[in-house]
């Protein structure tokens, strides 16, 4: 590659609309006796999980280096946060990594709730909540990882399979949050509503249907022999090289080292229910497929855990301080939207100051004390961080997200260089990078 | 675009026209373009519950190429906006654009110096889809309406004089000019 007669590159631009254009690359490769060549894959690539861009060296069939294009999506979430109150944040920050909703903004109320330091006062109920949402988010996630890497790997089924799983998992967040995705469910003190009825007995049958659709995945791919031979020894990564580059997640444990955030920093009350940290010792592609699965089984063992919890913790799903709380339960009217009438008749009809005080907090919001605060959660993808900075205002000063598909891209190059092209797809596959919470 | 242009406005024209928009409208093959929420919201469109294939559009294209319609769904970024625009470019004629989503219809929430405020500042948009994300049914629905349009869709002499209609309306101030 840096041999002393490397003479000045050449370089050729592909628009695809001529086919004489290939002709002339086809002679400079031929002049130069090299048989390697640069070439572009994505941003807009069906296989590349989104807008990732790829810049591949290729020599034959041999990838010799890989180069990451990331910022195609940013949106400037982090900056518009910083013009809106501490609740409008959530229903930025959900939007982030939009397979995993509901953690993006369990992280943030965990950060804004330190600085607040109201973490040991948020409700019991709240927070059972959250775990099960959060769970359930996280096989809503996997399904999709799941069917993604199956339909890069060219197999309809998996993802047919995965989207249809992922579907009644969406219905019954459609039932709780009242839309399927970017909640804005969770917020600093709680969430934002309980529970409708008749949730718990839907989220049993899900659990019973989402079994069910794990089991016939597991049937179709654990085994199969196209699918092990795509996979297995694939896109290897080692421990140290995971530690190394701060990667997290699946990828670390399937490189053999159960760190998970639930179990070893917990957050929302983690700490108190039984499950298992999923493992593999292979670091390969493979590995990562087994991980997903069983940490699927094992949300559906906590998701059980919190609906015996809320049959007996009942209570307020939202901190009991008026400062900091949403003035009123939400009741829905006809037209979808609405509020507490016996609420709006009472500060509308005998208390002014309750009517100042909601009309404050909702258009200007509540004040956090000046500080930082680091929170952390397990996401589908790995640890999930979130830097808040207050400067005593109604507002962030600064809102930083530690997204796990960032830091874990970084694998990339150590998965594939040596590797076959073919193999490439392979390891974004199975690193499950959403481009969303890449670029923000 | 093909042999159908050129038939005289006062020949066959009328059947054609009804041929060739129940073939454009029956077939119609979107390009892949996701970018954001609103991608697995169309990937949802296209999977057993939705079930984009009813409608002879489970073929999703990867190459623009193959492509007749464009959704863009989600978010296009500055950065992006070029990309994009090329695929249209690479799109052969006749195309459609939908704009899925507030984000590609408008900006959104976004409105910062990070996201296009709009596609349409960059491409011909024929369906506006609302929501964030618009549910997968909110997207059947446009494709559905857009079918509708091209079924209808005026060929040579009928589009010429289609076109100068609607330019003589819009010279004359009258609001409201659809395509």
Known sequence: ?440 | MGIEEHLPGDFLLGRVEQLAGWARSSSLWPATFGLACCAIEMMAAGGPRHDLARFGMERFSATPRQADLLIVAGRLSHKMAPVIRQVYDQMPEPKWVIAMGVCAASGGMFNNYAVVQGVDKILPVDMYVPGCPPRPEMLLDAIVKLHDRIRREPLGPHRAARLEEHEAKALQGISGVGR
Request: proline share 5%; glycine share 10%; net charge negative.
């Open chain 1, 1 to 440: 590659m840096t041999s002393e007669t490397a003479q000045e590159p050449e370089y050729f631009a592909i628009t695809g609309s001529d086919p004489r254009e290939w002709e002339d690359i086809a002679a400079a490769a031929v002049k130069s006796g090299e048989d390697r060549l640069v070439i572009n894959m994505g941003p807009h690539h069906p296989s590349t999980h989104g807008v990732l861009r790829l810049v591949l060296t290729l020599d034959g069939e041999t990838v010799e280096e890989v180069r990451l294009v990331i910022g195609y999506l940013h949106t400037g979430i982090e900056k518009n946060m910083e013009f809106r109150t501490w609740t409008q944040g959530v229903t930025f920050c959900t939007r982030m990594d939009y397979l995993m909703p509901l953690f993006n903004e369990a992280a943030y109320c965990l950060a804004v709730e330190k600085l607040l330091g109201i973490v040991d006062r948020v409700p019991e109920r709240a927070q059972i909540i959250r775990v099960m949402m959060m769970e359930l988010n996280r096989i809503s996630s996997h399904l999709v990882a799941i069917g993604t890497f199956g339909l890069e790997l060219g197999a309809t089924t998996v993802m047919t399979n995965g989207l249809l799983g992922r579907e009644r998992i969406l219905d019954t967040f459609e039932m709780i949050t009242g839309v399927r995705m970017n909640h804005g469910y969770i917020r600093p003190g709680g969430v934002v509503q309980d529970l409708p009825p008749g949730a718990t007995s839907n989220v049993r049958e899900l659990i019973a249907q989402t079994r069910d659709g794990i089991g016939r995945l597991a049937k179709l791919l654990n085994a199969n022999p196209v699918f092990l031979a795509r996979t297995r020894n694939v896109a290897y990564i080692d421990l140290r090289g995971c530690v190394t580059l701060g990667v997290t997640g699946p990828l670390l444990r399937s490189a053999g080292l159960p760190w998970d955030l639930r179990k070893s920093q917990p957050y929302c009350g983690y700490e108190n229910y039984d499950f298992d940290v999923a493992v593999q010792h292979s670091g390969d592609a493979y590995g990562r497929h087994l991980v997903r699965m069983a940490e699927m089984t094992e949300s559906l063992k906590i998701v059980e855990q919190c609906l015996d919890r809320l049959a007996t913790t009942g209570g307020p799903v939202m901190i009991d301080d008026k400062k900091i709380g949403w003035p009123a339960q939400l009741a829905l009217g006809a037209d979808g939207l609405g509020n507490s009438e016996q609420h709006i008749a009472g500060i509308m009809g005998s208390s002014m100051e309750a009517l100042i005080h909601h009309f404050k907090l909702v258009t200007e919001g509540f004040r956090v004390p000046a500080g930082e605060a680091y929170a952390a959660v397990e996401s589908p993808r790995g640890e999930l961080g979130v830097h808040v900075v207050s400067d005593g205002g109604t507002r962030p000063y600064r809102v930083h997200f530690r997204d796990p598909s960032f830091t874990n891209l970084q694998a990339i190059p150590a998965m594939c260089e040596g590797g076959q092209l073919g193999d490439v797809i392979v390891a974004v596959a199975s690193l499950d990078p959403l481009m969303g919470g890449v670029d923000r």
